[in-house]
């Protein structure tokens, strides 16, 4: 365990299989602080009163002495990090208006959330079932969410997300699975592939409410130390030709095959924030179960200049 100072408000600890993720674990008499701070406050103020978010995360890291947003936005901007799993005592039994403005503060802390065009706010909830009739995989509870960059299809930069659980039920499987680009063994083979800076076109499906292309290329402008970053995902990416294609298709298998991808089991409650270009990130498949259910809370957004 490192601790922050020599009276830590929070801990930090690396995840014991990557030491790439930290896990910052706030105890109960910052929760507690936190939910009386801020009880004057619904969902439904800080859905229709933008500034009240930045009010969370400012109480937020009042509480954690003014040490956490700085030691979140270290971790997030990291090249060899870029991931955090924020995780709290009895996180199980809080109340999902908890979780929602704890998830804000965490966001605030370290950028601006986009609109979610899916919920029109800026977070969306959803919900993994036994059935669904979704029209990509992210609802489908029993085929696997391959590994993907978000924001692929919209025009705002999306540096970063947010994946918060809210609830389970007889969720067997579904295991969260990352990937660092940099840990990636075929990177340098398709970072200097001759279509690799080619822009390609990106399109969402009726559900994201999204109704125009983007373009861009799968590996976009190097990040400031010179390095590569992606912005992939299979679904939504439309090929012009047979050449885009194959590079598509041999791109992720590549990545789905990987040696280093990581397999996470998340606690109800637990928030996981990564960079969204430093990290692919995707879903296992659920084993069967009539009685499946798990709702997410996610946010995407951008990290202030
Ligand atoms: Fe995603």
Known sequence: MTPISETPPFTLTEYSRSQRIQIITLNNEIITAF????TQWNVQAIEFTPFLRFMLATILDNICEN????CLKNIITSRNK????LQFEQQENQSVDCYIKL?????HLIGLP???AMSGKFYA???INHTDND???LRKAYHPLTLHNDGTYVDENTDFVLMMKIGEQDAIGGDSTLLHIDDWQALKHFYHHKIAKTPFQWQSPPSKQVQHNVFHPVFIDEDKHGKPQLSFIDQ???????EQALFLYQLQISLEQDENILSLTLPVGSILVIHNHYWLHGRDAFTPHIALTRELLRQRGRFFN
């Open 35 to 38: 939910n009386q701070q801020t």
């Open 67 to 70: 040490q956490l947003g700085y």
């Open 82 to 85: 870029g991931a955090f799993l």
């Open 103 to 107: 998830s804000t503060a965490i966001s």
């Open 114 to 116: 986009n609109f979610d």
């Open 125 to 127: 909830r959803f919900i």
């Open 135 to 137: 029209d990509s995989y």
């Open 236 to 242: 939504f990416a439309y090929p012009q030709n047979k």
